[in-house]
């Protein structure tokens, strides 16, 4: 049996503002069967970890919490029955507890890298893509000469999302709240870009489809931004809400924000089942967390992912990476909503 050292992770023992991370020290158990220990050297952020360190992610439990889901490094230990080989370069899918020095990982869940992927974009790899690929070619069914909508296109499910839309051949509007963020995703391939804060994006997109509307809408607003997302659905249109950034609640009191949220809350009201039947419309919402314990599922789509990143079509977009001692800024980064792309975590 190996004498482990210790590992340092990060984790916050209340809900909170990002001031709420703190150490703690982990010294990983002994090895199950199919089971690997992979040294992480970074580890990707995402919105879904916001909400659980603000309490509203109900898959996350109660705290002690230690959030992420998607880790690179490298193997440096392998249980039976484990074909990893020590040494390999990898990254990793979990369920939390990603933001860490050292993760014990089912063998199922971890992937080589294919030639040429760094270990940077490997970290900022498996939630956006799988997520985007799942949205849209397993549940939209997405086929060239098609068009979509993406809202939040500069993040980091709308770049892959736009990335996975140009490789299939689509049109792609996205929606932004800067100038600079729009210019981002030009670079990427935007076809047209929308700046909500200075033009509504439902008028926007009437304008430029010419009153036909788009097939596709990826949604991660929620609220009365998903109410105009279906709205700019043509006959035969399908949105997919991956999110509800519009109405998550803040963690602190502020009137002027729950004001806010209240209101998108009522203006988007409840859907009737007539009025997807009435329009010839569909809504499906997205949790890609629950396809976990899918595993020959999961793995297919990494690898159709992996095949893609290969030929070129897809890169990891990285906006910012900050030391895991720095999780807040990390945070309070993507709250900001300045970010582009992804940001990750350097242990």
Sequence with gaps: MIDH?????MLFRRFGTPDVFEWDAIRPRALAPGEVLVRVHFIGVNY???????GYYKWAGRPPICPGFEVSGEVIEVGPDVQVGIGTPVMAVTKFGGYTEALIVPQEHVFQLPRGMT?????AFPAVYITAYHALVEVMRIRRGDDILIQAVAGGVGIAALQIAKHYGLTVYGTASSDA???YAKSFGLDHGINYLREDFEAAVQRLTGGKGVKFV????????????????????????IGAAQIVPPTQFRLGEWARIIGALLRGGLFHPFYFME???????????????????????VERLLEMYGAGAIKPPISEIFPLSDVAAAHQLIESRLSKGKVLLST
Excluded: M
């Excluded at 270990?119 to 970290?123: N, Y």
């Excluded at 990826?218 to 809400?241: E, F, I, M, N, W």
């Excluded at 569909?282 to 297919?300: E, H, K, M, N, T």
């Design 48 to 54: 879904a970890d916001i909400i659980a360190r603000r």
């Design 119 to 123: 270990l940077q974009e490997a970290a």
């Design 181 to 183: 963020k729009l210019d």
């Design 5 to 9: 050292p210790q590992y340092r992770r």
């Design 279 to 301: 329009r010839n419309r569909g809504l499906s919402g997205v949790q890609i967390l629950l396809f976990w314990d899918q595993v020959p599922y999961l793995r297919g789509i």
């Design 218 to 241: 990826l949604d991660s607003l929620g609220g009365y931004g998903l109410r105009k997302g279906v709205r700019c659905l043509q006959p035969g249109g399908h949105a997919v809400t």
